[in-house]
């Protein structure tokens, strides 16, 4: 398996989206939605094996001060491989400039966060799980 990492761009669209990303959410959002997410973020960085997308991570920044990335997803055959890792990463090393990079994520995946020298914090956050499909 060799996956190659790259900054999605509108002219990937033709690359495919695997089947399984949002896995357990009970609004996922459709492929057409995932790729808009993916399009109109700050910066989206792809996990890609052959013609299909099995991961990614998407910043949301104001391009000065600060980012956030909101969601970082592995298909579930994929994971364990290092993908998330590697992801991660890239996405800290296109905001290294940056004063502040967050994360909201729950408790079991904090330990997989602090690798990269976050911190844990406080958040508060606010979902309408009705809007979740991003329909």
């Known amino acids: 398996m060799t996956i190659t990492y790259k900054h999605y761009m509108p002219s990937m669209d033709t690359v495919e989206i695997a089947d399984g990303f949002f896995d357990g959410w009970p609004n ?5 939605v995932h790729r808009k997410i993916l399009e109109n973020s ?5 996990a890609i094996e052959g013609n299909r ?3 990614f991570v998407n910043i949301v920044s104001d ?3 600060s980012a956030y990335i909101p969601l970082l997803e592995v298909v579930k055959d994929y994971q364990g491989q290092g993908i998330g890792k590697r992801l991660v990463e890239e996405a800290l090393a296109a905001t290294k ?3 502040m990079i967050d994360v909201a994520c729950d408790d079991d995946v ?3 966060y602090e690798k990269f020298g976050m911190m844990k914090s406080n958040s508060m956050i606010f979902r309408n799980y009705d809007k ?3 329909e």
Do not use: C, R, T
């Open 97 to 99: 400039d940056l004063y």
């Open 53 to 55: 997308i099995v991961g």
């Open 110 to 112: 904090v330990p997989f």
């Open 132 to 134: 979740q499909s991003g």
């Open 42 to 46: 700050y910066l989206s960085i792809v």
């Open 63 to 65: 391009g000065v001060l």
């Open 28 to 32: 996922p959002p459709s492929k057409a």
